[in-house]
């Protein structure tokens, strides 16, 4: 990994210094979970948590004009596997990030890094909750889930959580209205693949792409956070269908 890369780099700006930061909150944070000795358990508790956003959100998620954003934030931006060669890679182009990149664009990465920080840990901490419970992580019930919920000690972060969906979502959508970055993206295929950069930049054009077919990104973002919340009220009043929504909603 690349932590004397993160720390060596001189962030100049507020923006630089706080995406640094995160990256290296992110970096050791990676760290500690693979070496966590139920690490699979949160792998585990991902997976189900991604379920349960699709059969939430089913009628945004099977919509042709969300599906791909939809998709794009389950498996590229809640990704707790698979992406180790992909945030390996930002911690290796961060100095020339902060030396090219705009700090409205930083801020908007640093945005990412905390949403999937934070994401990971609360994962993690309900893999810690299961199993001093009792519970296999491999066999989570939705009572089981809301129970391990109530006793968490980060409802802050959770609230945060979806804050940053929102967020980031807003600052994504405004980017790839620029057609500018499409070709940015396209013409800069090539090197990426030079410098060993490919799951960066494949990260980046399909999160481009995905956004680019979404016919309202600001609804989609409106109704996923409004969802979110009542969901995690439910929880926590001890709804009996917490993930039961209204029809307006």
């Not at 932590?3 to 060596?8: I, K, P, T, Y």
């Not at 050791?28 to 349960?52: C, G, I, N």
């Not at 930002?90 to 902060?98: A, L, N």
């Not at 090539?190 to 309202?216: C, I, N, V």
Request: aromatic share 8%.
């Amino acid at each position: 990994m690349y932590r004397e890369r993160l720390v060596a780099t001189e962030a100049r700006s507020e923006s630089a210094r706080r995406l640094q930061q995160l990256l290296l909150d992110y970096h050791d944070f990676r760290r500690l979970k693979a070496e966590h000795p139920l690490m699979e358990h949160a792998v585990s508790v991902a997976d189900w948590q991604a379920e349960r956003l699709k059969s939430t959100h089913e009628d945004l998620y099977r919509h042709p004009g969300y599906h791909h954003g939809l998709e794009f934030l389950l498996t590229d931006l809640y990704a707790p596997a698979g992406m180790t060669r992909r945030d390996d890679n930002i911690d290796r182009v961060f100095p020339k990030m902060v030396k090219w990149l705009p700090d409205n664009l930083l801020d908007t990465f640093a945005g990412l890094v905390e949403l999937n920080l934070i994401t990971q840990q609360l994962d993690l901490e309900l893999a810690e909750l299961f199993h001093q419970q009792g519970v296999s992580a491999r066999a989570i019930t939705t009572d089981a889930y809301c129970a391990a919920y109530r006793e968490s000690r980060r409802l802050a972060q959770r609230e945060k959580q979806i804050t940053l969906v929102a967020d980031v979502g807003q600052q994504l959508d405004r980017y790839v209205r620029n057609r500018t970055l499409g070709w940015l993206l396209s013409m800069t295929r090539g090197p990426a693949e030079m410098a060993d950069l490919t799951d960066l930049h494949s990260f980046l054009h399909r999160g481009y792409s995905a956004f680019r077919k979404m016919d309202d990104v600001e609804l989609l973002i409106d109704r996923l956070v409004s969802r979110e919340q009542r969901v995690m009220r439910n929880i926590l009043d001890h709804h009996p269908d917490p993930f039961s929504l209204p029809e307006n909603l």
